[in-house]
């Protein structure tokens, strides 16, 4: 089992930036294909970004292509999630997801990730 917590969420005004982490405890991230999610209230829950194991594959949905950027860092079982020029649009509650499959490039979909964070609050004004 791994445990993900994620911080970094905040208010900002539109253009604005933000980093969002997840750490992980219980194991480490290196077993882990790790992905983005967002949330946005009434909607479903929708794929951000993914990364697979050693970071040399990311994944962005359009909505993120250029202004969100995935890393990771194996030595402190760390997943960031840089977002800049921030839209009131961006506003949801993102979460931090694992999956132990095997695949060449982050799923989009939800159900193929196995562990999730309990998410941070990101709120975009405008």
């Known amino acids: 089992q791994v445990q993900l917590v994620e911080s970094g969420g905040d208010l900002v005004q539109a253009g604005g930036s933000l980093r969002l982490s997840c750490v992980a405890s219980?194991?480490?991230?290196?077993?882990?294909?790790m992905g983005w999610f967002r949330q946005a209230p009434g909607k479903e829950r929708e794929f951000v970004a993914g990364i697979t194991r050693s970071g040399g594959s990311t994944t962005y949905a359009n909505s993120a292509k250029g202004r969100f950027t995935i890393s990771r860092d194996n030595a402190k079982n760390t997943v960031y999630l840089q977002m800049s020029s921030l839209k009131p649009e961006d506003t949801a509650v993102y979460y931090c997801?694992?999956?132990?499959?095997?695949?060449?490039?982050?799923?989009?979909?939800?159900?193929?990730?196995?562990?999730w964070g309990q998410g941070t609050q990101v709120t975009v004004s405008s």
């Open positions: 997801a694992a999956s132990s499959g095997i695949f060449a490039a982050a799923p989009r979909t939800p159900r193929m990730y196995d562990y």
């Open positions: 219980g194991r480490t991230i290196s077993n882990y294909v």
